[in-house]
């Protein structure tokens, strides 16, 4: 009887380990489908999706941004995403979502270099847009849309396509 | 400052030949005289660069570049002074910055311009390397990967390759590039002016971060020695002759990447051999930039461009940054 204890205690416990790695992989693969943020062709009237999405740690983000990495480093960058799209083959613009340890870190980040012509709009945690940009933030994610031209069309288009990527965090 | 003309009286024999000897003759000349010789550089502008549209005009970089050209070298003619600045039957370098994206790249129609007065030279389209660190780079800046042989190639020394044994830069150790250190005879350097978050300027010496396997070991203390150590390697300091820095468009704050928050187009070229007083000359550009905005100083914030005097210094003389020593013409 003590023996049969000892065994279903022992099998017990492989059920636990089995239940708490399955919840463990699972939460991580949740959470991979979170992280990417990036809207497919199209989810976002007008805008297509141009180029694959490229990822860089953070050890390797100055490959991408060059001097810019420090202070994204300093501030708790893990990775930082980017990926190239079109609208309507008017507008070329870059997403990049900035994935940080904390929503500070973002918040830092955000904060950083504003200037008089920054106006504040209602998006995700804090949001500012300018005429050929939208800066926000939504918990450890720093989001930072740039359009390479300033057209009439700019600020409107940029402005769903944030939305779209907000919603996709 | 002197214009133009008073630069054409005071050098009239002013040919600028890069020759074997990898010197301007004119500085040759000139270092032979009791009182030290000024170096020259041009900041060339045409505020019509950019039309209505925004868009830039081709026909008037080109017409820009020439103005720039004759100026430094005291010809008129282009091609002729083309032909004293490049060796005939040696691979000609153009290296790009592209880093900051299709936003603030070094101008494609700038490199285009070059080409075409290199091949009006008698440069052969094979002997041209337009080049960049990263493929990935060139591409976002515009640019169109190609290695067919005897066309002008477009390619990356991420995948050329670094050398296998590396080269000390200061305390550090790295590998230069390939295309540097194999292919190319001689480098046309082709930054952009910019801000910098850690060096305060990146433009003429920075610029040379693409050259190296590991650029990240040189960003410390402001990239202070690490700018000026690299800029003195041998092969960097002996290959990398002339400077045709883009002013095109700049970003005088949130740089060194692409923030058209801050993007201003000055509209000029900023050419020279002393690769130090041609960023000394930009950093000036930018200081005044940021003046007029309401920026601080790059001293005030905390990133002054200190590598510019320590390649100046005694341990590396990789140019001036003494304004009573820079022959600056603009035009």
Redesign the interface.
């Known amino acids: 009887m003590r023996d049969n204890s000892v065994k279903f205690c022992e099998n017990w416990k492989w059920v636990v380990v089995a239940i708490a790695l399955f919840s463990t992989l699972a939460g991580t693969a949740c959470k991979k489908k979170q992280a990417d943020p990036f809207p497919a062709s199209n989810a976002v009237a007008g805008w297509q999706k141009t180029s694959d999405t490229h990822v860089y740690a953070a050890k390797d983000l100055w490959q991408y941004i060059d001097g810019d990495a420090e202070q994204y480093i300093s501030a708790g960058v893990v990775t930082a995403s980017t990926s190239d799209y079109k609208y309507q083959d008017k507008l070329e613009a870059v997403v990049d979502v900035y994935t940080m340890s904390n929503s500070d870190g973002a918040r830092k980040i955000l904060e950083t270099g504003l200037t008089k012509d920054a106006k504040t709009i209602q998006l995700a945690d804090e949001a500012i847009q300018y005429a050929q940009s939208v800066i926000f933030r939504k918990g450890p994610y720093l989001v930072r849309i740039v359009a390479y031209e300033s057209t009439p069309y700019s600020t409107p288009a940029l402005l769903a396509l944030a939305h779209g990527v907000e919603a996709k965090l | 400052m002197k214009n133009r003309r008073d630069f054409l009286k005071t050098a009239a024999t002013g040919a600028v030949l890069l020759g074997s000897q990898g010197k301007l003759a004119l500085a040759a000349m000139m270092e032979h005289r009791a009182e030290p010789a000024k170096s020259r550089v041009v900041i060339a502008r045409d505020p019509a660069l950019h039309g209505a549209d925004?868009q830039l005009s081709e026909s008037r970089v080109q017409a820009l570049l020439d103005r720039a050209i004759a100026t430094y070298t005291g010809r008129d003619k282009p091609i002729d002074a083309w032909k004293h600045i490049v060796p005939v039957g040696k691979v000609i370098g153009l290296k790009v910055s592209c880093?900051g994206?299709?936003?603030i790249s070094t101008h494609l129609a700038l490199t285009l311009a070059v080409t075409e007065r290199l091949q009006q030279a008698g440069v052969k389209p094979g002997e041209i390397i337009i080049w960049e660190r990263?493929a990935?780079d060139l591409v976002a800046g515009g640019y169109t990967i190609s290695t067919t042989p005897n066309r002008i190639r477009v390619y990356a020394s991420d995948t050329a390759g670094y050398d296998d044994e590396p080269v000390a830069c200061g305390p550090v150790k790295l590998k230069l590039a390939k295309i540097l250190s194999h292919d190319c005879a001689m480098v046309i350097n082709l930054p952009i002016l910019k801000d910098?978050?850690?060096?305060g300027v990146?433009f003429s010496m920075k610029n040379m971060?693409g050259v190296i396997d590991s650029?990240?070991e040189l960003?410390s203390g402001g990239?202070n020695p690490g700018i000026a150590d690299l800029n003195n390697i041998p092969t960097v300091r002996e290959k990398v002759r002339f400077t045709i820095g883009d002013a095109i468009s700049s970003v005088y704050?949130?740089?060194?990447?692409?923030?058209?928050?801050?993007l201003w187009k000055p509209n000029a070229l900023i050419v020279g051999e002393d690769r130090v007083a041609v960023d000394h000359t930009g950093w000036q550009m930018l200081e005044k930039k940021r003046a007029e905005v309401g920026l601080p100083t790059f001293e005030a914030a905390n990133r002054p461009p200190r590598y510019i005097a320590t390649a100046a210094d005694a341990a590396h003389r990789l140019g001036t940054n003494d304004p009573q020593r820079i022959h600056l013409m603009e035009v």
């Open positions: 925004g880093l994206g299709r936003g990263n990935r910098h978050s850690l060096s990146t971060y650029p990240r960003h990239c704050e949130g740089g060194p990447g692409f923030h058209p928050e801050h």
